[in-house]
């Protein structure tokens, strides 16, 4: 869900603007301007799958309106809670994460690093199994860069790929074999009018197509 910037991209295959084509296939502009938050851009695996199947290529462009936000919260809370919005200093980039995400239930976290041959940066497992509405809670098997400083995805995310193309067989069977969901998810953590750009090449939608992965962008 994008929130306030939905009539720019709600959904990629929804509302879409297409700025021109390639030799290889039609290239795909998301862009809005927002002033609440957090914001995000999901993919889901047949989203993915429908843009690689067109050799499409997207790029997102996402700004913040600071200055309104500011005012939005003034007018209903003390000026002491604008504390929790401070940008990062003039001229640095705000810090973001890159992150490849295994999750499912009741996972087997050394049999995913095993298969795989990568020790993960972190893994998490609920404190309980159960929702309060009776639902799996999932376990996490976590590969991260960052927190980084920058203002584009593109080397931390070709350096993810890079690491993640031999391993397509693997994580495919993975996913099968005991139903774990991939996830290639780009968080900016901190509070910035100044978003990242985000750009996904025809190989890159491929790869994530044959992966079978979501994609998940999150803007706090």
């Known amino acids: 869900m994008l929130r306030e910037a939905q009539a720019h991209c709600k959904h990629v295959l929804g ?7 390639s030799a290889r296939g039609p290239r795909y502009l998301c862009s809005g301007v927002f002033t ?15 843009l690689a199947s067109e050799r499409a290529a997207l790029t997102v462009r996402l700004f913040r309106n600071v200055e309104a936000f500011r005012e939005r919260i003034l007018a209903v809370r003390d000026e002491k809670e604008l504390d929790d919005y401070v940008e990062p200093a003039k001229g640095e980039s705000p810090e973001v994460e890159v992150i490849f995400a295994l999750r499912g239930v009741g996972l087997d976290f050394g049999l995913i690093s095993s298969r795989l041959g990568l020790e993960p940066t972190y893994t998490s497992s609920p404190p309980r199994p159960f929702t309060s509405e009776g639902g799996s809670r999932r376990h996490q098997w976590i590969l991260t860069t960052g927190p980084l ?10 350096q993810l790929f890079q690491r993640l193309a031999p391993l397509t067989e693997q994580i495919r069977s993975l996913a099968n074999e005991i139903l774990v969901e991939p996830s290639v998810d780009l968080v900016v953590l901190e509070y910035s009018d100044r978003i990242p750009t985000l750009r996904l090449g025809p190989n890159d939608l491929l790869l994530l197509a044959n992966l079978e992965s979501g994609f998940w962008l999150d803007i706090l």
């Open 15 to 21: 509302p879409r603007r297409s700025v021109g084509a």
């Open 36 to 50: 609440e938050g957090p914001l995000g851009l999901i993919l889901q695996p047949d989203d993915i799958r429908t």
């Open 149 to 158: 400083r920058l203002m584009d995805f593109q080397e931390p995310l070709a």
